[in-house]
C-alpha cells in the first residue's frame, strides 16, 4: 500500500520547495541565493529528487504558494511539497510559526546561507536560527538547518538540535564549456564578481590582481559587479586602481545569468580569496566555465592548489600565478567540484529519507 511521506520517508515520495526572498520587481536569476537555489533545484532533479524554486517577496507569499500548491495537488491528486527550505534566516519566527501549524504534515527547513562569519551581516539572522532551534524542540516540523558541514556540525552543538546539512549544489550532467582555458598572451583580464562585502575580501583581492598583472608584464583589465556595494569595497577599488598605467576596471554591474556565464568565459581567472563562506556560487559557475579560481581555505571543497591565504597578497599571487600558467589546473577543479556535488546529493538523500 502506498503510504504518505510524512509516515514513510522515501525519495519517490518526496517533494523539495527551495525558497528564497526574491525581490518584488526581479525574477530569480537576478539575485545570488535565488541563482543558488535553481542551481541546487537542477541538480537534485538531475539525481532524480523532485524540487524547485519558488521566489517569494514576503511570508504572505509563501503562504499563499503553499495554498495554491495545496489546491492545485487536490484536484490532481497529486503531493504537495513535503519540505520547505528557506534559503537564509528572513522570515520572521511568529509569521513561520504560523505557515507551520497551517500546514503540519509539511517539514520547514530554516538554513543558514553561510558559515558563521557572514551570518554577522544580518543583525537578526542569529536570533532566527536560535529561535528555529528552539521551534525544534517544541513542535515537529520547524528545524535549522546549514549549507556546510562546518556550520552544521558546530550549530548542533551550540543549539543543541540536530542540524542537518544541505549543501548548496550545480548540475554537472551538460557538457563542459566549448572555450579552452589558455594563459594570458597580451591582455590579463580578471574576474572580481559577486556582492562587494568586506568579508568577501575585494580589496585583497584587487591589489592582487595588479600585482599578478606586473608580474605577467600585461595590462590588467579587472572587471566587478558595480551596482550593488555593500560595505564600501567597490569604492575602495576604484581608488586603488585610479591612475595606475595599463590597469582598467571594468564596471559590469548585474548581469542577466547567460550574459554573466558568457563574461565569466571571457576571463583568464577569477578572484574569490573570500574570509569566510560556506560554498561560494561564483567560484563554481567559474569551474563550470573552464576559468579557474583562486578561493581560499573557506572554500574547503576546492583544490589545495587553489585555495591561498586570504590576508596574505603574495599568497595570492603565488597561487593565481599558478592556475594562470598551467592550462590543465581546470580538471582539479571540475574534479573537486564533481566531488562536492556527489557528497552533497548524498546529503540531501540523507535528509529526506530520515
Not at 521566489?55 to 519540505?83: F, I, N, V, W
Not at 530554516?110 to 525544534?136: C, I, Q
Not at 591565504?309 to 599558478?322: K, T, W
Not at 594562470?324 to 589546473?329: F, G, K, S, T, W
Request: aromatic share 6%; proline share 6%; net charge neutral.
Amino acid at each position: 500500500m502506498n503510504r504518505p511521506y510524512h509516515v514513510a520517508p522515501s525519495l519517490h515520495t518526496a517533494r523539495v520547495a527551495l525558497v528564497y526572498k526574491a525581490p518584488a520587481d526581479a525574477g530569480y536569476a537576478h539575485v545570488g541565493l535565488g541563482r543558488t537555489c535553481a542551481a541546487t533545484a537542477k541538480a537534485l532533479r538531475t539525481a532524480g529528487i523532485w524540487a524547485e524554486v519558488w521566489g517569494c517577496t514576503s511570508s504572505e507569499a509563501l503562504l499563499g504558494r503553499l495554498r495554491r500548491a495545496d489546491c492545485d495537488a487536490k484536484e490532481r491528486t497529486s503531493c504537495t511539497p513535503t519540505h520547505v527550505v528557506i534559503a537564509a534566516p528572513w522570515i520572521s519566527t511568529a509569521e513561520l510559526q504560523a505557515i507551520a501549524a497551517e500546514f503540519v504534515e509539511v517539514e520547514f527547513v530554516v538554513t543558514s546561507h553561510s558559515n558563521w562569519g557572514f551570518l554577522a551581516a544580518d543583525p537578526y539572522a542569529v536570533k532566527l536560527m536560535r529561535e528555529a532551534a528552539a521551534l525544534r524542540l517544541a513542535g515537529h516540523n520547524i528545524r535549522p538547518a546549514g549549507n556546510c558541514e562546518r556550520f552544521s556540525r558546530t550549530a548542533m552543538r551550540i543549539l543543541g538540535v540536530p542540524v542537518p546539512c544541505l549543501p548548496n549544489l550545480v548540475d554537472l550532467s551538460g557538457p563542459p564549456p566549448s572555450v579552452a582555458h589558455h594563459p594570458p598572451t597580451d591582455i590579463l583580464r580578471v574576474g572580481l564578481f559577486g556582492a562587494a562585502r568586506i568579508l568577501k575580501n575585494g580589496l585583497t583581492a584587487a591589489a592582487a590582481a595588479i600585482e599578478l598583472a606586473s608580474l605577467l608584464r600585461l595590462p590588467l583589465e579587472l572587471h566587478i559587479n558595480s551596482g550593488r556595494d555593500d560595505g564600501g569595497t567597490v569604492h575602495a577599488i576604484e581608488e586603488l586602481t585610479q591612475g595606475i598605467p595599463n590597469v582598467r576596471l571594468v564596471n559590469d554591474g548585474w548581469l542577466e545569468w547567460s550574459r554573466f556565464q558568457a563574461l565569466l568565459q571571457h576571463m583568464h581567472l577569477v578572484l574569490q580569496p573570500s574570509f569566510t563562506e560556506s560554498f561560494n556560487c561564483v567560484v563554481a559557475e567559474s569551474v563550470l566555465n573552464g576559468v579557474p579560481a583562486v578561493g581560499s581555505g573557506a572554500i574547503d571543497w576546492l583544490p589545495s592548489r587553489w585555495q591561498a591565504r586570504p590576508d596574505d597578497l603574495d599568497d595570492i599571487v603565488r597561487c593565481a600565478e599558478y592556475l594562470v600558467r598551467c592550462p590543465r589546473a581546470i580538471e582539479d577543479g571540475r574534479a573537486a567540484l564533481a566531488q562536492h556535488v556527489s557528497d552533497g546529493v548524498r546529503s540531501w538523500e540523507s535528509f529526506l529519507t530520515a
